[in-house]
């Protein structure tokens, strides 16, 4: 098990919040207001910073989610006006307990549906923590107005599915005050989930749109907090998502999980594609996982939609009341084809542009009126204001249009439902119903199809009250939009655009005149993936994808920075830390012979700047330590040779190496060499078309010609066509070039053709030979850059000591630019902290020449 202490920087700062023990007391008392619990037993507070393993094998899981899979019944006898709770048996929550085994012990936290009153909210919380395992999150209604019918249901839920703020009328303008309930909200979730975690031992799993900044607060207060977030609604595409005003906050605080869940792969993209434009963060496929290196972190995307609960829907198939309602419906509908709909009464689930495609079929095909009948249950919808009433006016008005036109005695081609049904009433529609038509315009799953399926299939009973055979293969036919969630794993559907109300039409009567082996094909299709795919599969795939994702957690070194929504933890390899600058320094000023082996671009200057040449202060440095001649300073980089003479002519003892070491300088009045045979560059020839190719079609890039190589940059161009481009790009030279002494590396925003063998690591193996000759060995070894391309010098330099290159109690220094992978030991922030750094290692020898220049002496004499 993990251990529970922490090493990390934010221990300090997280309130000294304790963590609960699951030995005794498995909970303390749940505390009604946000805060730190003051009554915990002595065991809580002694095992809460014990470095002592746990016991328990057991696995806990803390499911949060805005509402509580509870439904609770207020008491009205006299005397006692107490409340009454009993599990929700169609919360999606309650139902993903099966996927997680029965050694997973579950714990829930969220709202209720009631508003309790403050006088009963402790009794409630002790009721419902001790009976059901849950931790209800009491939320002043004013407050929760504003986060769930505010921000959620005006902001969020309506950009989400692509409804932009165009007008007061359309969602409404971005409301600070609405935000700020929003996460004031989640903080309160935050403290609910304090009071229960065991922080090294605990999973949480996180729920929906609703909580999407509180991954951050969890985050804040245990690093390492193992942490997953389910998505359920679609995530749009970066140019709809980039108008939310706090679209950098809410992408952060996700990139706070260790997992993230969507539905489809197009939700997943879409995060991804707007995790790299706003926030620079790129991903990459790693033995099938998609993983996003975030601060040291990898965060995986988790991509499978969610299934329903097989036994939960067999049983109310098996209920006598549903028997009892196919029958009634099987009369009620006799000698027509029922096609249904089930959709809540919302503006994002095409009831009325379903209604005018029905209407269409009527109108060119008059051969089905008086056979065919739509059948549209339309569930309450579960939001409020302007939008919802012109919904519901539009499909009443609809409705009574085509009744009155196409009705007559004895036939009413629609029948609207808008009252709300039992489950075993909705149950009954979907098995007596030929075709079911989901056609929203844009949903994030929809399992209407799903159960519908399942329903199909029926029962022995079903079919004997519909006169069917047990043994004859079931059929169903489903017509679904392209924009659900579910429409990719339903390959047997007819697939429509919603808004194409012709099409639509078209559909409905395709799906009637279907051969009927062909219907059965698609149903066994279909039914074969929902079953072996339901919610339990989907739940243990998560919790499988979390523990894997959460694997390295107790291997690493974690501490947060930033501040507010901005928190990001740091994660590391134990032997990865922050190089200290009085260490490195007391190490340079007791040590003779000293290789300073100095990366340019990015580590001395950034490569975003409009200016790269070396700033006054960076030459004084390098200056300062090119005169101490205990020092080899070689500087490195990526620029040709004419760029860097012009930059460093004032650095008369400086090394150089230009183009990645292709070319070398060891002083400045020396010439510039190769560590190659002069060769052919015949095969630019090939490559300079290919990438003038990409060039053309790629607004933003360019080529830039070097004497030994050939670099596409697109440094400017479009972040994602960028990175597709140049993936093309690589792949097209590869090709190209199989034949030719050159490699093909792609790098930070470039894609680069050079000769075999050319790379930084040269030109720390040439520093070192340079040394050897002299017959020294170095006894401090400083090495320093920012990118991939500089992974090659750290390798040659940490491998020097075995080889011999180097002196027996020689200090070696590889240091990398930023908190990342790398082969280096050592880490410096930015280049201002690098700068800095060399200022210390400047003014040591500064200091050592002074000492050296003035003996006792001459002081001695001054004085006098």
Known sequence: MVSRSYSNLLDLTSGGSPTFSRGGKKFPRVATVAGVLSDLDDENRSNGGSDAPSS??????????????LRAHRRESDGDKGWDFSWDEDSLLLQLKDGLGEDVEVIYVGCLKEEIDVSEQEDVAQTLLE?????PAFIPSELFSKFYHGFCKQHLWPLFHYMLPLSPDLGGRFDRSLWQAYVSVNKIFADKVMEV???????????????????TFLRKRFNRVKLGFFLHSPFPSSEIYRTLPVRVELL???????????????????????????????YQSKRGYIGLEYYGRTVSIKILPVGIHMGQL????????????????????QGKTVLLGVDDMDIFKGISLKLLAFEQLLTHHPDKRGKVVLVQIANPARGRGKDVQEVQSETYATVARINHVFGKPGYEPVVLIDTSLHFYERIAYYVIAECCLVTAVRDGMNLIPYEYIVCRQGTDKLDETLDLNPSAPKKSMLVVSEFIGCSPSLSGAIRVNPWNTDAVAEAMDSAMMVPEAEKQMRHEKHYKYVSSHDVAY???????????????????????IGFGLGFRVIALDP????????????????????AILLDYDGTMTSQSAADMSPTAEAIGILNKLCRDPKNVVFVVSGKNKEILTRWFTSCENLAIGAEHGYFLRPQNSSDWETCFV??????????????????????????ETKESALVWNYQLADPDFGSCQAKELHDHLESVLANEPVSVKSGQHIVEVKPQGVNKGLVAERLLAMMRKKEVLPDFVLCIGDDRSDEDMFEVIMSAKDDGSLSPVAEVFACTVGQKPSKAKYYLEDISEILRMFQGLADASEQSAKSVSFSPQRVLIDKV
């Open 131 to 135: 009976t059901f395992k849950c931790v």
């Open 314 to 333: 067999r049983s109310v198939l098996d209920l006598p009341e549903t028997e009892t309602k196919v029958a009634q419906l099987r009369d009620k509908f």
């Open 252 to 282: 952060r605080a996700l990139l706070n999980s260790d997992l993230i869940g969507f539905h489809t792969f197009d939700y997943a993209r879409h995060f991804l594609s707007c995790c790299s434009r706003m926030l620079g963060v790129s």
């Open 538 to 560: 989907w739940a243990h795939s998560f919790l499988l994808d979390l523990e894997r994702a959460c694997r390295e957690h107790i291997r690493r070194r974690c501490w947060g």
């Open 678 to 703: 002069c060769q052919d560059f015949y095969w630019k020839q090939i490559a300079e078309p290919v990438m003038q190719l990409y060039t053309e079609t790629t607004d933003g890039s360019f080529i």
């Open 197 to 215: 975690i065991t922080p090294d031992d605990d999973f949480v799993w996180v729920h929906d749109y609703h909580l999407m900044v509180l991954p």
């Open 575 to 594: 032997s990865f830390r922050k190089l200290s600058v009085e260490h490195i320094v007391s190490a340079y000023r007791r040590t003779k012979n000293r």
């Open 56 to 69: 328990i094998s057991q696995e806990r899981m803390i499911i949060v989610g805005n509402q509580l899979p």
